[in-house]
T-cell receptor, first 115, second 114 residues
Framework: AQSVTQLGSHVSVSEGALVLLRCNYSSSVPPYLFWYVQYPNQGLQLLLKYTTGATLVKGINGFEAEFKKSETSFHLTKPSAHMSDAAEYFCAVTGPSGSARQLTFGSGTQLTVLP | NAGVTQTPKFRVLKTGQSMTLLCAQDMNHEYMYWYRQDPGMGLRLIHYSVGEGTTAKGEVPDGYNVSRLKKQNFLLGLESAAPSQTSVYFC?????????????FGPGTRLTVL
């Protein structure tokens, strides 16, 4: 079975600083990888996803992530944090069959942006 | 275009009571899902549907039932609520069920069972 580990349940950065949220996955076959964001009192929305092709994926709001097969990682980065980035971020991976119903989520990382 | 909507937003139940959560989507999506979100555990799939009139079990189906009588609606029922079902419930939909598909989420229902 596939799994996702997000290192750090809480991350704090200063406004304007680099954002780095870590995600490692395990999968017996090439994965599809996702980052979703959840703003307070809202549902999740897609930030970006990796399916095939280019390993550096750009998403909304200036976020990007790089798929590194050798490290089984899909870390999320943003060069300069903004106050509006404060939210919970979830990494997710689909399972061996490549079906959406096997989307496995990590436990989430709460990002705080300090003024 | 409202996307995915859920009612109610909040609910408090006593142990043993029943309730139904309603999810509606206006994107003509085939697949719909119910998740629960618990602190430190991410989202876990309860049930899902691959089309009108179909339902299937997910990772944590016990204590829940679902129905999809219309393509745009997906109902989640709790027949006899238990404190362990205190959680935030999210509905989602996707165009198809492929692993590459984006899932679109509703705003959630916060349920407390006393």
């Amino acid at each position: 079975a596939q799994s996702v580990t997000q290192l750090g349940s809480h991350v704090s950065v200063s406004e304007g600083a680099l954002v780095l949220l870590r995600c490692n996955y395990s999968s017996s076959v090439p994965p599809y990888l996702f980052w979703y964001v959840q703003y307070p009192n809202q549902g999740l929305q897609l930030l970006l996803k990796y399916t095939t092709g280019a390993t550096l994926v750009k998403g909304i709001n200036g976020f990007e992530a790089e798929f590194k097969k050798s490290e089984t990682s899909f870390h999320l980065t943003k060069p300069s944090a903004h106050m509006s980035d404060a939210a919970e971020y979830f990494c997710a991976v689909t399972g061996p069959s490549g079906s959406a119903r096997q989307l496995t989520f990590g436990s989430g990382t709460q990002l705080t942006v300090l003024p | 275009n409202a996307g995915v909507t859920q009612t109610p937003k909040f609910r408090v139940l006593k142990t043993g009571q029943s309730m139904t959560l309603l999810c509606a989507q206006d994107m003509n999506h085939e697949y719909m899902y119910w998740y629960r979100q618990d602190p430190g555990m991410g989202l876990r799939l309860i049930h899902y549907s691959v089309g009108e009139g179909t339902t299937a079990k997910g990772e944590v189906p016990d204590g829940y039932n679902v129905s999809r009588l219309k393509k745009q609606n997906f109902l989640l029922g709790l027949e006899s609520a238990a404190p362990s079902q205190t959680s935030v419930y999210f509905c989602a939909s996707s165009a198809l069920g492929r692993g590459t598909d984006t899932q679109y989420f509703g705003p959630g229902t916060r349920l407390t069972v006393l």
